[in-house]
């Protein structure tokens, strides 16, 4: 990792506040920590993340940086206690709205030319300090959004602190920011809330017959509702946006529906169409970080379903020299076999095959 | 698995076909494969689904059972053909719409007292028939959709395929199946595909910032749009229905964040109230198939990222005599270590984490 602050003060430990303190940490960052919730503080320092702030301030004068981890509403408030106190020369948070915050923090009169805007483009469905990994931001996007005011020192430092995390920084204004962001997040939790709502007045024998389509279509809407309010109400303008379009697509796809359901077949062609837009928005999507890369082959070996069966299978691969570079089970309900999934480099999957083949497994190539 | 048809007959050998087909040898049926496409059918025959049905008609004279695997416009020209040449006693498709297919077969003067309308609640993202798997339908639920001319001999023969099938035979009406899979099938499609084309004209720098969350959501997106406009012209009237309801609610959305947009912070409340409707709606959608059920005990193990490393980590779970049910390796590109997240039954998990400690494995429960 590059040499990231040389100490840092992280406010609100939570998921991302905890996350940052351990990766900067793992970088060589000296982190105290600070939470309003003295018990989650507590937990990230016993997790490694850093020592508690004392209540002094930090021992030794301002920290390099101080990012500050806390809801959207709650950052312009942060950052004027955090500036009175002078915890640290350079200021940031993590909050996934831009403009309000900013404006909120103007409002308040903070000092605007030591707050670099952040948004760290990281999640995991758990949340707290005891989900947190330093690895949480490894490769992700991490948006900066200084403004004509903001110092070039502080710029520097809070860039080279997303960079210590791993992750790879964007600079763009924070009206751009909020716009993308309504697109890429805010939105599709409203749409998946909007479809999931349908549900829950369904009868129960519609949704046993659910699979896992539906599931993962509405997953994104069991999020805290509370946090995901405060955070569209920050981001009202552009995500509403978003929902018209969506809801003009939704209205021209329902309205070819009623024609092919009046008997005017020439009308699937348009549906087509409209689903191929749609083809065409999820190709433009990147693909799954963390999860075996499309270029990893795939070898599938039929397991039982009793203790040590992963056991002699990964010792056979083990034996034969092959890295695993993920594994996945599919298991059946009730069935006493499964399918072991390992993603292997495509030039082992060969070697793997025979390996095991040779041991007795039963193994194909995936299709 | 229950004793399924003496001999059965799979028309079309794609992804459903071929598993149908897969699942009824593993229950001791002689299996006969037909497909328009010969090489398809041939593939199917290789991967040990059955013998190509010979031009002449089956050997022996009828099967059970005819398994029509086609698309919902091709259901009712394939069972004419079939009934004519007399291919089976008792006849069931496996297309995601009933009522029009069924209109289409009495129109065409099929004999309906044979033909048992059915829909295996199965799928994959992949098709065709290397993808097809024995197990595909194991646990999940087959919708039966019988008429008052069906006769009861046939109900009985195409439940016992179901069932042999491994899969949970579910009876209801045809119009009844139609509106219930537009809900939690066909609307959802539609729904992805419609949040998907505003990414198809977004700037890629917004993309780049996508997460696994707007992956989720649009996932579904990505399938065969010509496969997906049959699908939904045959099943306008109720996915319109359900578009209609989404398509409300998120004007209600839009409306209250427009609300807010001006101003009127007390509109958060109602803002609220509207995500919670989705959350109860995701609450009552089932759990995974196949996957970790909820009441599994998640144990985290950080594991080297070389081989044997999994290797070594399930002798030490064997040699305790622990039966992990599902792994998980959470691994980020330029780390050195991983994570594996093992689900064993909750009255093992203590076991298994003493064990793997003792052993020497950094290891925690999850949160």
Redesign the interface.
Known sequence: MPAGPGTAVVIGTGLIGTSVALALRAAGTRVWLSDADQGAARLAAGLGAGAMLPAEGVPGGPADVAVLAVPPAAVAPALASAQARRLARCYTDVASVKERPLREAAELGCDLASFVPGHP???RE?S?P??A?A?LF????W?LCPGQRTSAGCVAAVTATARAC?AQP?R?PAA?HD???A???H??????????????R??????????????????????D??L???I??AN??P??Q??????G???A??GV??E??AGR?ES?KR??D?????????????G???GPAPSYAVVQVVIG???????????A??AA???????????????PAG?AELSVRPEAAADLTAALAAAGWPVASA?
């Not at 009868?203 to 999020?223: E, I, Q, S, W």
Request: with cysteine.
């Open positions: 483009m990281s999640g758990r707290g005891a989900a990994r690895d490894a490769g992700r996007p948006v791993g964007v763009m751009q716009r993308f962001v697109l890429v997040s939105a599709p939790h409203v749409v998946a809330a909007a479809l999931a709502a349908q549900c829950a369904a009868p129960a024998g519609a949704l046993a017959l659910a699979g896992p389509g539906l599931r993962d279509v509405t997953r994104v809407a069991a999020g509702s509370g995901w309010a405060e569209l109400a009202a303008g995500v509403r978003v929902l018209l379009g969506v809801a697509q939704l209205g796809l329902a529906l009623e092919i359901a077949d699937v549906l087509v409209l689903l191929e837009a749609g083809r065409a928005g999820v190709a433009r999507i990147p799954k970080r963390g379903d009793r203790p040590g069966e992963l056991a002699r299978l990964f010792t691969a083990g020299g092959i890295n695993i570079e993920d594994v996945r089970i599919e298991h059946s309900p009730g069935l399918v299709p």
